[in-house]
Structure formats: structure tokens, C-alpha cells
């Protein structure tokens, strides 16, 4: 059963260039789900996602007027490609 109800992922340009100067983008998901963080940490890990992750923190989802929901958003480690996120699909 899925964990995520809806996941989001973009990429923007990172602040600080790459060691030679070049731009660089860093990607940025945003998950809705009812899952604790300690249980959204777990599934990061099977899937292989957790040791990609620089930072997970919480926002806010339209969904506080029932009081149910969570959204958590990830930045990636600057080192990840789209092609390491694809397990994102099995969230």
C-alpha cells in the first residue's frame, strides 16, 4: 500500500557552484502522507533514499482543515540525479 499520496519533485539552481565554477541544480520533493516522520524515514531507507538526503522537513499541506495530513519536503544531497529518485515512484 502506497505511503505517499502525492509526491512532487523539482529542481532549482543551487546556491553555491559546483567546485569548477559550474551551475548546478539540486532536486527538492515534497511528499503528502499520513505517516509519522520516523515511518516516511523508514521507507526512505528500504527504497535506498535515505543516504541521499541532506535535509527533511515539515510544511504545510491544505489539508489542516480536517486535521489529517503531513507534508514533508526533501532536499537531495547535491550529488543525486533524477535517475537515483526514480524509486520515488514506489513511495
Partial sequence: MPLASE???????D???????????????????NAE???FKRRLERLGLLALVETIDRYATNWHWCG???G?????RDTTTFADLLPLARL
Fill in 72 to 76: 514533508y519536503e526533501i532536499l537531495w
Fill in 15 to 33: 546556491p553555491v557552484p559546483s567546485a569548477g565554477g559550474v551551475p548546478a541544480v539540486r532536486f527538492r520533493t515534497r511528499v503528502r502522507t
Fill in 68 to 70: 489529517t495530513g503531513r
Fill in 7 to 13: 509526491v512532487t519533485t523539482w529542481q532549482e539552481p
Fill in 37 to 39: 516522520v520516523g515511518r
